[in-house]
């Protein structure tokens, strides 16, 4: 792997991540950098553990948005970024990880449900600079979760897709079309912005043969002060289908869709 990230030319980061398990925690010469899902943005989400985590750093580094949601929590060196400066932010996070500062990563949400490709970038920048330097997870609340409870679909009875990632989304929209139509199941999915909304999975879903009247609920900024569940038919949700930019659809990037089946 690279600090490129170009998904057509070498692994996928999230590959990357999850080659091998985490090796056996040794407190006494461990030592390690953590990646830290914060939660869904509300700081009373947020896991005790990952609260230390981002408290004892000498250097956090995450996406502009996301470090926003902590930066009261630390005194450590703050590395933001964005997808464009992404790689040159982990390049000095590992050089800072290199000389013997401790660091961790944050991400929204949880990143074993969204946000692997990003624990495998910390993982490269770690292992590039300081190869025996351990990366531990440490799991948050997820978006997904809260919307499992608010939409009332518990998750045994429910497909999750995550199309909240780089790269080629044909097998992950093949397996929101299953789960609508043949397997009759549920359905709990991470948008992607902006190309991949609410309003166009329904509209996708409508033309696999979806049931138009399904109950779809747009589950927007959960846990913040401004959160809204905005409720459709899929028919309904189709309407705002097509465009690709914040001002083509009526929603925000922190969103959750839930398509839910009749319940006898």
């Known amino acids: 792997m690279s600090g490129e990230y170009d998904l057509e030319a070498g692994p996928d980061p999230a590959t990357f991540a999850a080659a091998t398990a985490e090796s056996d925690i040794d407190e ?11 939660g869904p943005g509300n700081q009373e989400f947020l896991t005790p553990r990952g609260r230390r985590a981002i408290e004892e750093a000498d250097v956090v580094v995450g996406f502009t948005t996301v470090v926003e949601f902590v930066e009261d929590l630390t005194d450590a060196d703050l590395l933001t970024c964005g997808y464009k ?3 040159e932010a982990l390049e000095e996070f590992g050089e800072r ?3 013997g500062e401790s660091g961790t990563a944050v991400a929204m949400g949880d990143p074993n449900h969204s946000g692997y490709q990003f624990v495998g970038k910390v993982q490269d920048a770690v292992e590039r600079t300081v190869p025996d330097r351990p990366v531990r997870v440490v799991p948050g609340i997820s978006s997904l979760q809260m919307a499992a409870s608010r939409a009332r679909t518990p998750m045994e009875d429910t497909e999750f897709v995550t199309l909240h990632k780089s790269g080629d989304l044909e097998a992950d929209m093949d397996r929101l079309a299953t789960a609508v139509t043949v397997d009759e199941r549920h359905l709990l999915v991470l948008p992607r912005p902006y190309d991949r909304m609410p309003g166009d999975l329904a509209q ?4 696999e043969g979806a049931e138009p009247d399904l109950e779809a609920l747009v589950l927007e900024k959960l846990t913040h002060d401004d959160e809204q569940i905005h409720r459709f038919t899929l028919s309904e949700l ?3 289908a097509g465009g690709s930019g914040t001002e083509d659809t009526p929603f925000s990037d922190l969103v959750v869709l839930a398509v839910r089946q009749p319940v006898s």
């Open 28 to 38: 006494a010469t461990d030592d390690p950098v953590y990646a830290v899902g914060v």
């Open 238 to 240: 189709a309407e705002h």
């Open 85 to 87: 400066d992404e790689a």
């Open 204 to 207: 996708f879903l409508l033309e």
């Open 97 to 99: 990880i290199a000389a």
